[in-house]
């Protein structure tokens, strides 16, 4: 009998980012400098930086082409390109397509990302944090038999009802605000149902759901107090623990024993 099954043994997770951002860029100069400063720690980590785009500038007069000076944005990659550190004038991004733990991955994120955090928080102030998970779930049947309530529960109000009617591939989408004091919490809920190709050429149906949970600054007004007082680390297992919880709605409580999902996963 055709089931669903989480795209690896123990989870089902193809992605996992945090992004921290700034209220304002870093000034050029010393943007050059974090970034040099960086790259041998995170070089000891197995990332190298990777080829930055060559970027011109056209004088519409003259029709001059001069190269812009290298700069600015910063990629670190793994060698099989499956975790990059990408530290940008007002926002610094992990992410890995190695997700084993929720504790191993903020190891990881501690320390490639807290040493550019720290340097950039001596010139500007964080503005928002965001994590952001892709899991994916394939059915070993084929759209035939295939039976998406073996693995989402229908009546979830994070899935739109007139999508999950159809038949075959659809598209859900689902995005809120909550409002607290001096800030406010962004969800996001996606979930598409599509043919995915196998390396056999067979193609099944699978069903990819994008979460997303983001605490950001409504006002100025005691937006420093309001990182102070949970550090980034504490604030991201804040986001883990509550993504986790809104996931366990979303999706049959069989499929959440099998990810680990009840064990904090």
Not at 73 to 101: C, E, G, H
Not at 187 to 192: K, R, Y
Not at 216 to 233: L, N
Not at 241 to 249: H, P, Q, R, S, V
């Amino acid at each position: 009998m055709a089931d669903f099954r989480p795209i690896f043994p123990a989870h089902a997770i193809e992605r996992c980012s945090v992004t921290v951002a700034f209220n304002s860029e870093v000034p050029e100069k010393a943007m050059k400098r974090i970034v040099a400063d960086a790259t041998p720690k995170v070089a000891g980590l197995g990332l190298q930086e990777g080829r930055q785009p060559i970027g011109f500038q056209v004088d519409a007069l003259s029709g001059k082409i001069t190269p812009l000076e290298k700069g600015g944005p910063a990629n670190f990659v793994s060698s099989d390109n499956r975790q990059q550190l990408a530290l940008m004038p007002n926002a610094i991004t992990w992410a890995t397509q190695q997700y084993v733990r929720w504790g191993q991955f903020k190891s990881q994120f501690d320390k490639v990302a807290s040493y550019a955090i720290e340097q950039y928080e001596t010139l500007v102030s964080i503005s928002s944090v965001q994590l952001e998970y892709w899991d994916r779930f394939i059915w070993t049947g084929d759209w035939d038999d295939f039976d998406v309530a073996q693995l989402l529960k229908p009546s979830s109000p994070l899935i739109s009802p007139k999508a999950v009617a159809a038949r075959k591939e659809w598209h859900s989408h689902i995005g809120w605000f909550e409002d607290a004091e001096h800030s406010r919490r962004l969800w996001n809920v996606n979930v598409d149902v599509v043919g995915l190709a196998e390396a056999t050429g067979v193609s099944r149906p699978s069903v990819g759901i994008y979460t997303m949970a983001r605490d950001q600054m409504s006002a100025v007004r005691g937006q420093q107090d309001f990182f102070e007082s949970k550090p980034v680390t504490s604030r991201l297992d804040l986001l883990h623990a509550e993504l986790n919880e809104m996931f366990k709605g979303l999706i049959c409580s069989d499929m959440c024993r099998r990810i680990g999902l009840e064990t904090g996963g």
